[in-house]
């Protein structure tokens, strides 16, 4: 006869039908990995025998079976009704007296392992719980402090109600799960003291796109559950795989989260079990502590390296819940579960990009989810029980979702929250039902009207959008499966770090061309002279700002170089071991004056296109300093993080003396060419680097030409006139003469030669030219990736038909 408990040192993973998922992956991780000091919390559960037990004796798998046979699977109108009879049946039960004498053995044992004063963690696991293909998240209750073994007793019944709930029963149904062959046991574990410390959860992918060299951490103070219910924007890091043991600093990215609420224990009631929301208190956090990370680098990696190590051991991505305690200082895993959704969804051979037409009326803007765009009615409710008012295909507005959510949420075909983060309950569902989504919104069932039309964006990066109205978009599907691979490298031109893991999916050979000064502008802001000598920024709006910005640095340039260098990381995580070239910051002096503190330590120059610009300013007194900042965030990418993969490369470089010197200053600043494989590239953009082109071949390991600039300077003709668009050409002779020398010169030199810019997708003849005259690579904008790969195999094709 199977027994009514085990303790997790006697379950395994191979239990699962037994002891739910949640449980099984607990014994298996107590015993397969705990050796190995990923620590997991001791405790024990009650089998499946138990809870068919349960039924048998009060005779309820008949009355059961009748209460959910009324259940309307259409509309489920009366879900809450059929939900609460079945919870009185079990709740009415007599709890059998053999199941208690062997829950009671369970507690013995912990109290003499750990003491007689334990509080336990009391959790649901559903013998059908957490397949690939179903995640069960947030279905059944949790019991959290729990003390003294009356109090367990009462625990455990409730959590067996708990396979009742409205949500619980409407996620049966939808998974095609049938009730009664769905049993319930319950997990019994020592508390970790998170009220006293942190929790959060860890993706061992990136959620979003799938991103598989990603390890997502989210962290807030307190319990876990402001976490999943969405109620806290969480701090958040990205750790790179396959860097973990080999960097010395492996985290690539970290976001500051407001974290604005703290959820701690309430004082437990005098021989009263507390439902899980009495048990609980949501207190304020601090400043203080809203303004620093919860975790340190060292507990991040430390995370990261189990994260990682629970991965292989089940051999597939995983959502996992982590928790510290507070008074010893210890981190836990305390869940782990198969990740549902991009596991599920490899990525598919077609690319799907949609692009907004036109432009409206921004309702408001937050996390978003799914890279696509929809319109609907949009639908203000302000709980679960209002769910006949939401019809299918509509936009739901609410302040936040938990679980009893669920049952609404398949009909939304967006999800629009104040509250939540990427790593949320409302994150975490909408990616499983498909719906596009836009979180933390902070005010949306204030800006938006109940009935309103609206359109949905995710397609931008991180930030989503809601618009007033409906929008044109524009759809366009490529199936990638039927594309062939050119000879000449097809690579990509990026600004934007935020699209880096979505873009690393298409059939690329790296980026041609990442452009800092994107990065300089979005994520940095402030002009990097302002901190190297804030102490003489006279604007008093601008050291404001600038205070505001940088104010968990107390070393301002420290923000320049980590900002600048985990956006540079995050790009080239996602493309590694694949080129990543970099071209240092090349605006011109008036684009800088516009960064936050910037007029005053930019010159007024008439010309700025071909003014203090590029290599001659990163030598000069007015930004050396600037460009050193530049390089220590290079040399952070490449050296501490373990990114060799980033090639550096130079804009207007005027004459060879030039380059030279830059060389030479840039290894005065730690970044010397040769070192750990270090190349430098520079842009060909003015006639004298084609002229030159064997001369700059001596200091540099690679040449992109810049076709806008060098037409530009060639013609004479500015590029942003309209007034001589006639003029300006790729296709002038003398500009195409220049590219040809170019290219000859560097086949004598062996130097490589890419070219980066809109022509070669814009005209399949230009693209002939360049494959024809045995170009190395070409760099599309991502919009124009594909229409420039179908260029390239055409005109490699001809060119091997003519010869």
Known sequence: MEPFIKLFKDISYKDLSIVGGKNASLGEMYNQLNPEGILVPDGYATTSAAYWHLLEQNNLKDQLTNVLGGLDTHDFHNLAEVGRQARELILNARFPEDVRQEIEKGYTYLRSKYGEEISLAVRSSATAEDLPTA????????????????NLYKACHHSYASLFTDRAIKYRVDNAFEHMQVALSVGVQTMVRADKACSGVMFTLDPDTGFENAIVISASWGLGENIVQGAVNTDEFVVFKPM??????????????????TMVYAEPSEGELQSPTDAILNLDTPLEQQEQF???????????RWGKRIEEHYKQSMDIEWAKDGISGDLFIVQARPETV??????????????????????????????????????????????????????????????????????????????????????????????????????????????????????????????????EWEEKKTDMSKLGKPKTKAMLILGDPEQAFKYSFLPNDGVGLMRMEFIINNSIQIHPMALKHFEKVENEEAREKIDQLTHHYPNKEDYFVDKLAEATAIVAAAFYP???????????????????????????????????RGASRYYHELYQQGFELECRAMKK??????????????????????????????????????????????????????????????????????????????????????????????????????????????????????????????????????????????SFNPDAFFKGLENMLEAEKSSSVTT
């Open 637 to 778: 990418v490449r050296e501490e993080m373990g990114l060799s993969n980033v090639k550096l490369m130079i804009p207007f470089c005027r004459t060879v003396a030039e380059g030279e010197k830059v060389i030479g200053l840039m290894a005065d600043y730690g970044l010397k060419r040769g070192d750990n494989g270090l190349e430098v590239y520079m842009m060909v953009e003015i006639p004298s680097n084609a002229l030159l082109a064997e001369e700059f071949a001596a200091h540099f390991d690679g040449f992109s030409i810049g076709s806008n600039d060098l037409t530009q300077l060639t013609l004479g003709a500015d590029r942003d006139s309209g007034l001589l668009s006639d003029i300006f050409s790729p296709f002038d002779h003398a500009v195409q003469q220049l590219i040809v020398m170019t290219l000859e010169k560097a086949k004598k030199t062996g130097t490589k030669v890419g070219l980066c810019g809109q022509a070669p997708s814009d005209y399949p003849e230009f693209a002939a030219f360049l494959v024809k005259h045995g170009i190395d690579s070409i």
């Open 294 to 304: 919860v975790l340190m680098d060292g507990e991040v990696v430390q995370l990261a």
């Open 578 to 612: 694949k080129d990543v070239i970099v071209r240092m910051s090349d605006f011109k002096s008036n684009e800088y004056a516009n960064l936050v503190g910037g007029h005053q330590f930019e010159p007024e120059e008439a010309n700025p296109m071909i003014g203090l």
């Open 342 to 471: 991009q596991s599920q969804h490899k990525h598919a051979a077609c690319f799907t990009e949609y692009t907004l037409k036109e432009s409206g009326k921004v309702l408001c803007s937050g996390i978003g989810l799914s890279n696509r765009i929809v319109s609907g009615i949009a639908r203000i409710l302000h709980s679960p029980q209002e769910i006949d008012k939401l019809q299918e295909g509509e936009v739901l507005v609410t302040r936040k979702t938990d679980p009893d959510w669920d049952p609404i949420l398949k009909k939304a075909s967006a999800i629009i929250t104040e509250q939540g983060g990427r790593t949320s309950h409302a994150a975490i569902v909408a990616r499983e039902v498909g719906a596009v989504a836009v979180l933390g919104t902070d005010n949306a069932t204030k800006t938006i009207q109940d009935g309103q039309e609206v359109t949905v964006s995710t397609a931008g990066g991180e930030t989503g959008y809601v618009y007033e109205g409906k929008l």
């Open 135 to 150: 995640s069960f998240a947030g279905q059944l209750e949790t019991y959290l402090n729990v003390s003294g073994l009356q």
């Open 244 to 261: 973990l043991d080999k960097a010395k600093q492996p985290i690539i990215s970290r976001k500051l989260g407001s974290k604005a609420k």
